[in-house]
């Protein structure tokens, strides 16, 4: 990965090709751009996506249409409560010509994997991903083996009141960059939605607009994008003020300050700029910090929010260049 200072032209380059992977999304998906908007910035800041919502939102076909607009390896995994750790890392198996184990790579060695439903299936398999998503290789019978770049893992979950449904622990619900909630669409675009898809889905006719040459270029310019020390300063004292905050049980992890800077770089890069600002770093908060704060009961016998706590923390931290609070 280059070192260079990020160039005018490459930041234009960022943003046109930015703007193709998210057009062609919404050709698929209307109505949700914000959403679309996150998913694709999730893809060029190295992280992994959480989608949490009621059934038939979309949520599958917005993870799929992302891999669709890639030309890149795709897999989709399907998690049921018999699901078993080897069906997503793989296995090795004998082979009687070569009188020797051969492995078979499980669906977790592709560039973008879809764990659809993912808090369906036992603890035990959904911890089959936390090696992948942190370390990006996959340890089997001794031996590790790395996952080629880009590598994204997106999961879906309907809401854990929902029945059959295992609540994703706390080590899991950390690794992933940003959780995001898809919402029911308006009106307006229900009824595109009609038009759109009342006879056969626009998913079959989308085409990939990007390799994932392309992609691994993109997160080389948002890894490359300036960070001042002020707005670092920022980033670490907003996440030290959930861990301070009375009505919270548990703060965010020093991992959600390293994602914040990224989603932060790749926000300005986006926005055509060679450096972040905090206003990058407030857009990425919520996205990125609610999954990992739990709330104290008695802060939600009050009827106490982590928005309203994370909008709260926003507010009372001074930001770089100013004297007053915002």
Same mark, same amino acid.
């Given at each position: 990965?280059?070192? %260079?200072?990020?160039?005018?032209?490459?930041?234009?380059?960022?943003?046109?090709?930015?703007?193709?992977i998210a057009t062609n999304i919404e050709?698929?998906? +209307? $109505?949700? &751009?914000?959403?679309?908007?996150?998913?694709?910035?999730?893809? !060029?800041?190295?992280?992994?996506?959480?989608?949490? @919502?009621?059934?038939?939102?979309?949520?599958?076909?917005?993870?799929?249409?992302?891999?669709?607009?890639? /030309?890149?390896?795709?897999?989709?995994v399907q998690f049921t409560p018999d699901?078993?750790?080897? @069906?997503?890392?793989?296995?090795?198996?004998?082979?009687? =010509?070569?009188?020797?184990?051969?492995?078979?790579?499980?669906?977790?060695?592709?560039?973008?994997?879809?764990?659809?439903?993912?808090?369906?299936?036992? #603890?035990?398999?959904?911890? %089959?991903? !936390?090696?992948?998503?942190?370390?990006?290789?996959?340890?089997?019978?001794?031996?590790? &083996?790395?996952?080629? *770049? #880009?590598?994204?893992?997106?999961?879906?979950?309907?809401?854990?009141?929902?029945?059959?449904?295992? *609540?994703?622990?706390?080590? +899991? !619900?950390?690794?992933?960059?940003?959780?995001?909630?898809?919402?029911?669409?308006? &009106?307006?675009?229900?009824? =595109?939605? !009609?038009?759109?898809?009342?006879?056969?889905?626009?998913?079959?006719?989308?085409? #990939?607009?990007?390799?994932?040459? @392309?992609?691994?270029?993109?997160?080389?310019?948002?890894?490359?994008?300036?960070?001042? @020390?002020?707005?670092?300063?920022?980033?670490?004292?907003?996440?030290?003020?959930?861990?301070?905050?009375?009505?919270?049980?548990? $703060?965010?992890?020093?991992?959600?300050?390293?994602?914040? +800077?990224?989603? %932060?770089?790749?926000?300005?890069?986006?926005?055509? &700029? /060679?450096? %972040?600002?905090?206003?990058?770093?407030?857009?990425?908060?919520? #996205?990125?910090?609610? /999954?990992?704060?739990?709330?104290?009961?008695?802060?939600?016998?009050?009827?106490?929010?982590? =928005?309203?706590?994370? =909008?709260?923390?926003? /507010?009372?931290? *001074?930001?770089?260049?100013?004297?007053?609070?915002?």
């Amino acid at each position: 990965m280059s070192e %260079a200072p990020v160039g005018r032209q490459e930041l234009s380059w960022f943003s046109d090709r930015f703007e193709e992977i998210a057009t062609n999304i919404e050709r698929v998906i +209307q $109505g949700k &751009r914000e959403v679309v908007d996150f998913v694709v910035l999730g893809l !060029l800041s190295e992280g992994h996506l959480l989608i949490e @919502d009621v059934p038939g939102v979309g949520k599958t076909l917005l993870a799929k249409s992302l891999a669709r607009s890639i /030309h890149c390896g795709f897999q989709r995994v399907q998690f049921t409560p018999d699901l078993l750790p080897s @069906d997503v890392t793989g296995v090795s198996v004998w082979d009687r =010509e070569r009188s020797a184990f051969v492995f078979r790579a499980g669906p977790v060695f592709s560039n973008i994997v879809l764990g659809d439903e993912i808090n369906r299936a036992s #603890p035990k398999t959904q911890a %089959a991903l !936390l090696e992948a998503m942190e370390e990006r290789q996959v340890t089997v019978d001794g031996v590790t &083996r790395r996952l080629a *770049p #880009p590598f994204m893992v997106i999961a879906t979950q309907n809401p854990i009141e929902h029945e059959g449904t295992y *609540p994703l622990p706390e080590a +899991q !619900l950390d690794r992933f960059m940003l959780r995001l909630v898809m919402g029911y669409p308006s &009106r307006e675009k229900e009824l =595109e939605i !009609l038009d759109a898809h009342g006879v056969r889905s626009t998913y079959d006719d989308l085409e #990939p607009v990007i390799t994932g040459e @392309d992609v691994v270029r993109m997160i080389d310019v948002a890894r490359r994008i300036y960070v001042s @020390d002020p707005v670092k300063a920022y980033l670490v004292d907003t996440v030290e003020a959930t861990r301070r905050d009375p009505d919270l049980l548990l $703060g965010a992890s020093p991992r959600a300050t390293l994602f914040l +800077q990224r989603g %932060a770089r790749a926000r300005a890069a986006i926005e055509g &700029r /060679h450096f %972040a600002t905090p206003d990058d770093v407030k857009a990425m908060l919520h #996205p990125v910090l609610t /999954h990992r704060m739990i709330l104290r009961p008695e802060a939600q016998m009050r009827g106490a929010s982590l =928005e309203e706590i994370i =909008e709260g923390i926003a /507010h009372g931290i *001074p930001v770089p260049g100013t004297r007053s609070r915002v």
